[in-house]
């Protein structure tokens, strides 16, 4: 689908829809991202409504449902809403595909070494079909893609990678998995948790049969809420083992005696939506939506590249992500050559920076609404350390 045309980047507006500025210098997006003022304007609005009226407005609820799916649509590059479905979180959208496929004992399946646990464990426990699992090493090989590619073979279904990976942010070229993918007839999946919403997205130039998101993280909108893209070639290839009265395209038509799934990613979605987050989630997506994705990416970028190039100044630093500019992502990770990140980590809570430790390494992951003068506090207490 178009994007709709970005306004004038009014980054005051922007920086003002984040009051948690106030509180200091949160840097753990990668986690849980702080809402916007629209999303909890919103959420605000939902609940005066539901308390005075109750569901009386229900059919607006549906109009905004429609419009959300149409958001995601955009944010992804689908082809249509008809491929967006919104469950709960990413992990039911890798467990609706790892449990729906039909496996048959000697197949296999491809993912990189040190996945999440939600982008690994539903793929482990397919073993017990007698489907083989390769996990590669994306980060000792000389080219990470030629090394997931090399792991394919005749009888592998399917790839599965985070497009960018949660504890040091490794990006992957998804536009070269994806053709290869296509062209042996490979089903490709993508964990996009740790982009969606920080890096322009388009799964159809990348040739993505399944992808999963939670909202809670870049998206700046709450838990309990996701998109999940599946495209229509490859729906008919899963089995539904959730059953309900939300998954038809009719879900209000309570008399149906025939009921039957949508064709639609709605076929997904088996009960009641959340309406909450829905409105919450429709908010924080104007936002990203109407600043446009391409500013929003190249704000995020920025951030990393100036944190790569002050970090890397500073003697007793290292960084510990992949600073190549095609592996950039939103998150940049380093060490102290001299102290252990968990005692770095509580000084930089103490200076009122919120950072994370994944492994060894400090995590840090700012959004698009901060910039070098947010980030030169970092600096400026890493050099005081």
Known sequence: MESPKSPTFDRQFIREQFPIRNQ????????????????QQAVSRFAEENTATGPARYRDWIVRESALRQQLAVLTGAGSERDIALLKNTTEGICVVASGL????????????????????????????????????????????????????????????????????????????????????????????????ALAMDVEQCRIDFLAADAHKWLLGPEGIAVFYCNERARPLLRLHQQGWHMTDNPWNFNQDDIRPSNSAKRFEAGSPNTLGQAALHASLELLLGTGMEQVTECILQNSRFLVKELGQLPRIRISSRTDPQRLSGTISFIHRDMPSRKLHGLLAKAGIMTAIR???????????????????????????
């Open 102 to 197: 039909d496996w048959q004992a000697g197949d296999n399946l491809v993912l990189p070494m040190g996945e999440f646990p939600s982008n690994r464990l539903p793929w482990l426990a397919q073993a017990e079909h007698g489907v083989g699992i390769r996990e590669v090493d994306i980060r000792t090989a000389d080219n990470a893609e030629e090394a997931l590619l090399d792991a394919l073979d005749e009888r592998t279904r399917l790839l599965s990678v985070s497009a960018v990976q949660w504890n040091d942010g490794f990006r992957l070229d998804l536009a070269r998995l994806g053709k290869a993918c296509r062209e042996n007839g490979v089903l490709f999946f993508v964990d996009a948790i740790q982009q969606l919403g």
């Open 24 to 39: 200091g210098l949160y840097l753990n997006h990668a986690a849980i991202a702080p809402w916007p003022v629209c999303a």
């Open 359 to 385: 492994g060894d390494s400090i995590r840090v992951s700012p959004h698009f609404y901060q910039d070098e003068e947010d980030l030169d506090k970092l600096i400026e207490v890493l050099k005081k350390v």
